[in-house]
């Protein structure tokens, strides 16, 4: 049964092949049978994941070979799959979420006359990242990581005629480019030193290689998982792809595709194990962009960028627990899992919101909306003490864990990881209060309702796993389980007591909260966003996304137009002008040997005479000489 | 002997004026057989000096290639005089740059 995991990839797949293929007939359906593969998969992982729980411990890893892919002299790649511990529970977090997120689609897109198309690409994501999770060998790694950077690009430019999100979604295929660079390289370096790209293979030979391979290796996959997971310096891409329709930002640009990254550095374990410098780099990473992401979501107006900031923030705390080696790598994925769960609620949520509020993103223009819409308010509250880390729920269990780990590695690691739950608290409460709380700043057309129960059933099993999902942390059952997959979990010593550490986060949780409080719900929210000379340095840093767009033109994009500019001038005038310039030199010697042919036979004849009497001559003084 | 080559030279300078100074191209023909028999009578000359008999079949190649050469050219003036009512090469000059 194990061995069916390939199917798992392939009734979406199958579902996205059908979808663009079939004629308009199937737009009145399709979304239902895009909803069904999708579904399909999740009860067939949940089948295979049941059987994999029924196995010992040393034997839940079950790997499935399809055949050969490319088979190159001493080279081969297999297309294999690999059903373990770590894949199992991404597939149920793909599937699953996927499925919420396909009903809640149904209604979010059901205006929308690409409906079919939409869910079609829908599909092609969940296979994609199927693929990408249950791949035995980095080749096919690849080719899943592609599939979701293709589908991710399809789909954050879905509403192709603007403008706006064409150009997000070329800025994320781009900056995701950069990223994929650094994987395929990682892969070329696996081949020139193990001779395979088998992920198993590799990791069990990293470690008789010098430490500078590993580092290498350990830098460059890091390379691709920053550019998949938005994380510093590739992270310009995400804010921006928010254009995309709110179901998408959700399962791609929040619970699933960004988290890749995660996945990739956890997978590749043994690599990091064997080198504490791309150790260090991951936590460097990390532990940025969870401020970054922090301090933007902080300042934006737009309540999806700022649940992006928030984002890529969280994802920064499980890079940051994934840099910590073998004592933080549950931990990661125990974040990856429960943040799926709350940020796609959230996101989910804003879409709800935004439905109510004629597509109006501006948290300013909200207020209010608990009583006009109690079920998303309610959803969302749930996501929001998730996030905080509001005891008893999911991201009280999984934040903390990493705090605490992160404590154990280092104090300032601690600290930092520690400030950012604070900023979390802070501007994730300002969310809230300007969305559901206060005053009415609604636009005077604008009427909220409560959306349909297809958009409110997904919101309410998110908001159950949201509050429930921290029971995997019980009795430490995800370390257990990951364990065959992500190695032993150490403990190091902490400096403090647990409970006294835990006191401490709920503490500057609780100051994160009043503080925003005291800022945004005692005081009128202003209706209009302030200008920029109005508010401090640090909200404008904000907004301007801390600048990050500014710096990638000044060292990417300005010198690349120049250089651009530069080539193609050089193409136009040096190499056309040699080109076109000796066909046009050859034109005009052949237009001055054109005057003599007059069209008069007797000038013909003189010169024949001529030519004759000429060679005559050369001949006799040849002769005579 | 060299009373023989004169008269060749002679007989060819003239034709050769006369190809380059005529317009009728009845005449020029005349002019460029003149040419032709002048080289012949060249050719049979220098087979008597050396006593063998290549001269001789010269001749009578270019006599052939003569024959051959005025009967296409006569057609070729025969039908631009049915289309142009002229025989001055002069006015047959459409082919130019």
């Known amino acids: 049964m194990l061995d069916l995991s390939w199917l798992l990839i392939a009734i979406p797949l199958a579902g996205a092949a059908l979808l663009l293929t079939w004629g308009k007939e199937s737009d009145r359906f399709g979304h239902l049978i895009a909803t069904a593969c999708s579904a399909a998969s999740f009860v067939l992982g949940v089948v295979l994941f049941v059987e994999l729980a029924g196995r010992d411990a040393e034997d839940r890893s079950v790997t499935?070979?399809?055949?050969?892919?490319?088979?190159?002299?001493?080279?081969?790649?297999?297309?294999?799959?690999?059903?373990?511990?770590?894949?199992?529970?991404?597939?149920?977090?793909?599937?699953?979420?996927?499925?919420?997120?396909?009903?809640?689609?149904i209604g979010y897109m059901a205006h929308d006359e690409r409906r079919r198309r939409f869910f079609a690409y829908l599909n092609l994501f969940i296979a994609a990242?199927?693929?990408?999770?249950?791949?035995?060998?980095y080749l096919v790694l690849f080719l899943g990581w592609e599939g979701v950077g293709l589908a991710s690009y399809l789909l954050i430019g879905f509403w192709q005629h603007k403008p706006s999100a064409a150009a997000a979604a070329k800025k994320a295929f781009v900056m995701n480019r950069v990223g994929d660079l650094g994987l395929a390289l990682a892969i070329m370096t696996m081949f020139a030193w193990f001779g395979t790209t088998s992920i198993a293979a590799v990791n069990d030979q990293v470690h008789s290689v010098s430490g500078n391979v590993a580092t290498a290796l350990g830098l460059l996959l890091l390379l691709g998982a920053c550019g998949k997971s938005a994380q510093f310096p590739l992270q310009a891409w995400l804010l921006d792809a928010m254009e995309g329709p709110t179901p998408v930002s959700a399962l791609i640009h929040a619970a699933t595709m960004v988290t890749a990254g995660v996945y990739l550095v956890v997978r590749s374990h043994d690599v990091f194990d064997a080198s504490a410098t791309a150790r260090n780099v991951v936590i460097a990473v990390g532990v940025i962009t969870l401020l970054m992401g922090a301090w933007i979501g902080c300042t934006k107006d737009d309540i999806k960028k700022a649940l992006a900031g928030s984002t890529m923030s969280q994802i920064?705390?499980?890079m940051l627990a994934a840099g910590l080696g073998p004592a933080g790598y549950a931990f990661?994925?125990?974040?990856?899992?429960?943040?799926?769960?709350?940020?796609?609620?959230?996101?989910?949520?804003?879409?709800s919101v935004m439905h109510g509020m004629n597509d109006d993103v501006d948290m300013r223009h909200y207020g209010a909306l608990r009583k006009a819409m109690p079920v998303t308010f309610y959803t969302f509250g749930i996501g929001y003490l998730a996030i905080i880390g509001f005891p008893g729920t999911s991201g009280f269990f999984s934040k903390d864990k990493i705090i605490e780990a992160a404590l154990g590695h280092s104090v300032w690691v601690g600290l930092a990881a520690l400030l950012g739950a604070g900023v979390t608290a802070f501007y994730m409460t300002r969310l809230m209060l300007m969305t559901f709380f206060g005053e009415k700043r609604w636009r005077d057309d604008v009427h909220p309702h409560e959306s349909p129960s297809v958009m409110t059933v997904p919101l309410i099993v998110l908001a159950a796993l949201s509050l429930l999902a921290g029971l995997m942390a019980l009795g430490s059952w995800i370390e257990e389980w990951l364990e065959p997959a992500a190695g032993h979990a150490e403990h190091h010593d902490l400096p403090l007591p647990i409970i006294v550490i835990t006191l401490i986060v709920l503490v500057v949780v609780a100051a994160g909260v009043a503080l925003a409080w005291l800022t945004y719900g005692r005081r009128q929210i202003a209706a209009e966003t302030p200008a920029d000379s109005e508010v401090s340095a640090f909200t404008r840093a904000?907004?301007?996304?801390?600048?990050?767009?500014?710096?990638?033109?000044?060292?990417?994009?300005?010198?690349?137009?120049?250089?651009?500019?530069?080539?193609?001038?050089?193409?136009?005038k040096v190499i056309d002008g040699f080109v076109t310039g000796g066909a046009d030199r050859l034109g005009e010697i052949s237009g001055e040997l054109r005057k003599p042919q007059t069209g008069f036979v007797r000038s013909y004849a003189l010169m024949v005479l001529g030519g004759a009497l000429v060679v005559l001559l050369g001949l006799l003084a040849v002769t005579l000489a | 002997?060299?009373?023989?080559?004169?008269?060749?030279?002679?007989?060819?300078?003239?034709?050769?004026?006369?190809?380059?100074?005529?317009?009728?191209?009845?005449?020029?023909?005349?002019?460029?057989?003149?040419?032709?028999?002048?080289?012949?009578?060249?050719?049979?000359?220098?087979?008597?000096?050396?006593?063998?008999?290549?001269?001789?079949?010269?001749?009578?190649?270019?006599?052939?290639?003569?024959?051959?050469e005025v009967t296409i050219g006569l057609a070729i003036i025969v039908s631009i005089y049915r289309?142009?009512?002229?025989?001055s090469v002069d006015d047959a000059n459409l082919l130019k740059a």
């Not at chain 1, 990661?332 to 879409?351: E, Q, R, Y």
């Not at chain 2, 289309?83 to 025989?87: A, F, L, W």
Request: glycine residues 8%; proline residues 1%; hydrophobic residues 55%.
């Open chain 1, 542 to 572: 904000g907004r301007a996304e801390l600048y990050g767009n500014h710096v990638n033109d000044a060292l990417v994009v300005r010198p690349a137009t120049h250089l651009t500019r530069a080539l193609v001038w050089a193409d136009a």
């Open chain 2, 1 to 68: 002997m060299t009373e023989y080559l004169t008269l060749s030279m002679l007989l060819f300078s003239i034709g050769a004026i006369g190809v380059l100074v005529r317009r009728n191209a009845i005449i020029v023909f005349m002019c460029v057989e003149l040419m032709l028999n002048a080289t012949n009578l060249a050719f049979v000359a220098f087979a008597r000096q050396h006593g063998n008999l290549d001269g001789q079949v010269a001749a009578f190649f270019v006599m052939v290639v003569a024959a051959a």
């Open chain 1, 64 to 105: 499935t070979d399809l055949g050969t892919w490319i088979d190159a002299g001493p080279f081969r790649a297999d297309f294999s799959f690999t059903f373990d511990t770590l894949s199992s529970l991404f597939v149920l977090l793909i599937t699953g979420v996927g499925t919420l997120i396909h009903v809640y689609s």
């Open chain 2, 83 to 87: 289309t142009r009512r002229t025989t």
């Open chain 1, 129 to 137: 990242m199927l693929t990408l999770v249950l791949a035995a060998d």
């Open chain 1, 332 to 351: 990661a994925i125990f974040h990856l899992l429960t943040h799926g769960f709350f940020k796609a609620n959230m996101f989910l949520g804003a879409g």
């Open chain 1, 316 to 318: 920064g705390y499980m």
